[in-house]
T-cell receptor, first 111, second 113 residues
Framework: EDQVTQSPEALRLQEGESSSLNCSYTVSGLRGLFWYRQDPGKGPEFLFTLYSAGEEKEKERLKATLTKKESFLHITAPKPEDSATYLCAVKVNQAGTALIFGKGTTLSVSS | KAGVTQTPRYLIKTRGQQVTLSCSPI?????VSWYQQTPGQGLQFLFEYFSETQRNKGNFPGRFSGRQFSNSRSEMNVSTLELGDSALYLC????????????FGQGTRLTVV
C-alpha cells in the first residue's frame, strides 16, 4: 500500500534556528513529490514539486530535497511568519491523478 | 490571476440532509479534484473531473458525488449527511490530469449537527 509519513508531527523553533522536516514514502511508481504549506482555516498553498532523486528546489528560506525514499524540507533562519502546517504529498502510477498526502508537520516559530 | 474559488466558505447542515459545494478553477485549468480534510485522517482524495468526465475516484461511499460543467466549474454533492462528514472540503485545479501541479482553493467548512 502506498504510504507517506511525515515527521515530526510538531516542531517548535526559535526565530533563526534552522531545522528540517522529513517526508518518507513507500510507493510504487513515483511520479512526483509535492510540498504544500497550509495556514489555519485555509487551503494548502503550493510550494515545490520534485520528480527525481537528487533534485533540489529553493524558495526564500525553504529548500526541498529528494532521495529514493524520502524528502526533506529545510528551513533556514525561520521567521514567525513561517509558522504553518507543511504537507507532503506524492502522485503515483497506481493512484492515477490522486495526490496521497502525509498528515503534516505543524511548525511554530517564536520570536 | 484569480485563484481557485470555493463557495460557500462555511455551511451548517443537519444529519440526513444533503449539500452541494461549488468550485471554480483557475482560468484555463480544466482538471478539478476534490479532497476531504479531517483532523484524524488528514487530506483524502474524493474524485477528479476533466472535460466533464470523472477520471478517478477515491475510497468514499456513493453518497459522495460530483460533476463538472462545460466551463470547468465543478460541484460536489453529499447526500444523507452523517456527523462524520463534518470536514474541510478542498477543491484543487490543474491544467490537465497529467499536469502534476495542483492549486487549492480556501475550502468549504461543513459542519453536520
Amino acid at each position: 500500500e502506498d504510504q507517506v509519513t511525515q515527521s515530526p508531527e510538531a516542531l517548535r523553533l526559535q526565530e533563526g534556528e534552522s531545522s528540517s522536516l522529513n517526508c518518507s514514502y513507500t510507493v510504487s511508481g513515483l511520479r512526483g513529490l509535492f510540498w504544500y504549506r497550509q495556514d489555519p482555516g485555509k487551503g494548502p498553498e503550493f510550494l515545490f514539486t520534485l520528480y527525481s532523486a537528487g533534485e533540489e528546489k529553493e524558495k526564500e528560506r525553504l529548500k526541498a530535497t529528494l532521495t529514493k525514499k524520502e524528502s526533506f524540507l529545510h528551513i533556514t533562519a525561520p521567521k514567525p511568519e513561517d509558522s504553518a502546517t507543511y504537507l507532503c504529498a506524492v502522485k503515483v502510477n497506481q493512484a492515477g491523478t490522486a495526490l496521497i498526502f502525509g498528515k503534516g508537520t505543524t511548525l511554530s516559530v517564536s520570536s | 490571476k484569480a485563484g481557485v474559488t470555493q463557495t460557500p466558505r462555511y455551511l451548517i447542515k443537519t444529519r440526513g440532509q444533503q449539500v452541494t459545494l461549488s468550485c471554480s478553477p483557475i482560468s484555463g485549468h480544466r482538471s478539478v479534484s476534490w479532497y476531504q480534510q479531517t483532523p484524524g485522517q488528514g487530506l483524502q482524495f474524493l474524485f477528479e473531473y476533466f472535460s466533464e468526465t470523472q477520471r478517478n475516484k477515491g475510497n468514499f461511499p456513493g453518497r459522495f458525488s460530483g460533476r463538472q460543467f462545460s466551463n470547468s466549474r465543478s460541484e460536489m454533492n453529499v447526500s444523507t449527511l452523517e456527523l462524520g462528514d463534518s470536514a474541510l472540503y478542498l477543491c484543487a485545479s490543474s491544467l490537465a490530469p497529467s499536469n502534476t501541479e495542483a492549486f487549492f482553493g480556501q475550502g468549504t467548512r461543513l459542519t453536520v449537527v
